[in-house]
């Protein structure tokens, strides 16, 4: 009788062992890697509030965040060291078309998450030269972003599309928005081209010191530059952005996104989607770029596949 009650108490613990092993997720077992941005930029606190907002959202979450860049962080995720990322669109667009700088086949693991702002290419030219279009700027002196960043990739696209090319300027300078800003002020420049959030305080800055002209973007050069990257859209620079600007400027944009892993499972991938749309004033105090967003502007449709729980979230919404 004792062997047989030993035996019972055997059973049952085997059966309640068993059971811890596939007991329902609890608080915190899902651990994610997030990386974000460049120390020192605005990725790292936005990508900070993003994490506590989603913790709150969701117990089952720990998020660690880590120091990261656009292409760095796809390149995590994609390879399973991170589930989370920050992205720009057309540099995500390229990887899951197999292009850009080390990558030698289309990434499949990456998926969209929501957008978060705007990224805006701003050309600020020297309105006392008399440049009025893109192709004033022939044998003029251009500033941007130094080779290999995207705003200078995009540069490159913008004065080939308008029949100019780094070619026809006199001179190409790949310097720091701050270092523009002080070669336009000194005359060394006849224009500033890089992509940012509206407004930029090196474009302010330009303005205070000389006539600026902010140069649209035609309707044949954004054909062109579509062709090249799907994830370019229209953007309008509001009259008024800047001292001097008395018209609206037609430009384009790439937005800034969150990418995140497609393994995810859909219910977390859904939760954060809602979490952070919903968090919206709080995003606001921490980057204006969120201010006047709504979950239109977050999940606003994109050129790259989005994880099934963000796209199930954004239906809902009436968006995407």
């Known amino acids: 009788m004792k062997r047989h ?32 941005g460049p120390t020192g930029g605005s990725w790292i606190p936005i ?31 994609e390879e399973g060291k991170a589930e989370i990322g920050m992205g720009n669109m057309v540099s995500t667009v390229d990887a899951l078309n197999g292009i850009g700088t080390g990558i030698t086949k289309p990434y499949v693991n990456v998926c969209h998450l929501a957008n978060i702002y705007p990224q805006v290419q701003q050309i600020a030219a020297r309105a006392d030269q008399g440049i009025k279009t893109l192709a004033d700027l022939k044998d003029k002196s251009l500033g941007t972003l130094p080779r290999g960043n995207t705003s200078e990739t995009v ?9 100019v090319g780094y ?28 992509i940012s959030t509206i407004p930029t305080g090196g474009i302010m800055d330009m303005a205070n ?47 800034a996104h969150v990418i995140i892993s497609c393994k995810l499972p859909d219910d977390v991938v859904y939760n954060m989607a809602k979490a952070m749309t919903e968090a ?31 796209l199930k979230y954004f239906k809902e919404q009436g968006a995407m």
């Open 167 to 194: 070619k026809g300027l006199s001179k190409v300078n790949f310097v720091s928005i701050a270092d523009q800003a002080n070669m336009f002020k000194d005359g060394q420049i006849s224009v500033s081209m890089f």
């Open 47 to 77: 990508a900070g509030a993003l994490t506590s907002i989603w913790q709150k959202a969701d117990k089952r979450l720990s998020i660690e965040n880590r120091p990261g860049a656009g292409l760095v962080n796809m390149k995590a995720i």
């Open 5 to 36: 009650l030993w035996q019972l108490r055997a059973v049952a613990a085997a059966a309640f062992i068993a059971g811890l092993a596939v007991a329902p997720a609890t608080a915190q077992d899902i651990k994610l890697t997030y990386f974000t």
């Open 209 to 255: 010191s000389r006539p600026v002209r902010m140069l649209d973007i035609p309707d044949d050069v954004f054909a062109e530059l579509k062709k090249k990257n799907s994830g370019f859209d229209r953007f309008t620079i509001k009259k008024g952005t800047y001292p001097g600007m008395d018209a609206d400027v037609q430009s384009i944009q790439f937005p």
């Open 280 to 310: 919206l004033p709080d995003l606001a105090s921490v980057n204006s770029v969120f201010k006047g967003q709504t979950v239109k502007d977050f999940g606003a449709k994109v050129a790259v596949k989005v994880h099934p729980g963000a």
């Open 155 to 163: 540069a490159s696209w913008i004065m080939d599309a308008a029949g």
